[in-house]
């Protein structure tokens, strides 16, 4: 089902729907989650970017075999 919604109309429902979820007193309840997610259907949140990769882990060079028989005598 679609419902096609001028500019004006689908911002005074957004505005209603914001009312009624700010004013709940029980926020977490399936009746305020359910207008939530009119909500989202009505009003597209922007595309998120995508997090940097994490750094590397920092490791202290390893000794070469030549370090090691230096290291040895």
Known sequence: MTIDLTDEEAAALLRELDGLIDADRYFLSPR???LKAIRAKIRAEPAREP???PPKPYAPPQAT???R???GR
């Open 69 to 71: 028989r230096r290291a």
């Open 51 to 53: 997090l940097p990769p």
């Open 32 to 34: 305020i989650e359910t």
């Open 65 to 67: 075999a030549e370090q």
